[in-house]
């Protein structure tokens, strides 16, 4: 199985200034026959399932705000908050879907400081 | 819209069994592979199963393989996870899933990838 290991578990950033979450999996998950990463982040809110935000490790999904940005490629990946914003409070999920079982990271959660 | 809504959920004892459904709308959900994900108060997102479009190829998390069992009636738009011999940890809230069909240009197949549409959860408590 691939283990997907988040970084920091929490985060507190300030109204405005950039959040950066680290993902890290324990094989590559970049598929060399259409040289893409099977790598997706979620956002989820309390009380609510989680909302994806970005596939393929970099490509917003329609509707995301463009302060949310992804990168990274084979075992490292990063979703950053350019600015963040009060509505971004949230536990963020990096989760691959580049074999089965398909596993997730343990979240971090992103609070206001 | 794109609509999936579970239920079944409840209080079951230990060793009990129980059933959730999956009512999907909104999409030609014969053509989708389904997912169940599950999520334990507080805690993170672990995926669970999945079944194929035509039911035909199923695949388990070893946490529940051998006590649960996905299932899907295409003719009533609906996924269903059987599951017995429910332990404590089996505590969760549990969201059915859809991914997105991605077309794999070199084998011609269709794969299902990231997860666009979740359903808002059934809660399922295990305890005595």
């Known amino acids: 199985d691939i283990v997907m290991t988040q970084s920091p578990d929490s985060l507190a950033v300030s109204l405005g200034e950039r959040a950066t979450i680290n993902c890290k999996s324990s094989?590559?998950?970049?598929?060399?026959?259409?040289?893409?990463?099977?790598l997706a982040w979620y956002q989820q809110k309390p009380g609510q399932p989680p909302n994806l935000l970005i596939y393929?490790?970099?490509t917003r999904e329609s509707g995301v705000p463009d302060r949310f940005s992804g990168s990274g490629s084979e075992t490292d990946f990063t979703l950053t908050i350019s600015s963040l914003q009060a509505e971004d409070v949230a536990v963020y999920y990096c989760?691959?879907?580049?074999?089965?079982?398909?596993?997730f990271g343990q979240g971090t959660k992103l609070e206001i400081k | 819209e794109v609509q999936l809504v579970e239920s079944g959920g409840g209080l079951v004892q230990p060793g009990g069994s129980l059933r959730l459904s999956c009512e999907a709308s909104?999409?030609?959900?014969?053509?989708?592979?389904m997912h169940w994900v599950r999520q334990a108060p507080g805690k993170g997102l672990v995926w669970v199963s999945r079944?194929?479009?035509?039911?035909?190829?199923?695949n388990y998390a070893d946490s529940v393989k051998g006590r649960f069992t996905i299932s899907r009636d295409n003719a009533k738009n609906t996924l269903y996870l059987q599951m017995s011999s429910l332990r404590a940890e089996d505590t969760a809230i549990y969201y059915c899933?859809?991914?997105?069909?991605?077309?794999?240009?070199?084998?011609?197949?269709?794969?299902?990838?990231?997860?666009?549409?979740w359903g808002q959860g059934t809660l399922v408590t295990v305890s005595s």
């Open positions: 899933a859809r991914p997105t069909l991605y077309h794999e240009i070199l084998t011609g197949s269709y794969s299902d990838v990231w997860f666009d549409t």
């Open positions: 909104g999409f030609t959900f014969s053509s989708y592979w």
């Open positions: 079944i194929k479009s035509d039911g035909s190829s199923t």
């Open positions: 094989q590559s998950v970049l598929y060399s026959s259409n040289n893409k990463n099977y």
């Open positions: 393929w490790a970099s």
């Open positions: 989760q691959q879907y580049y074999s089965t079982p398909r596993t």
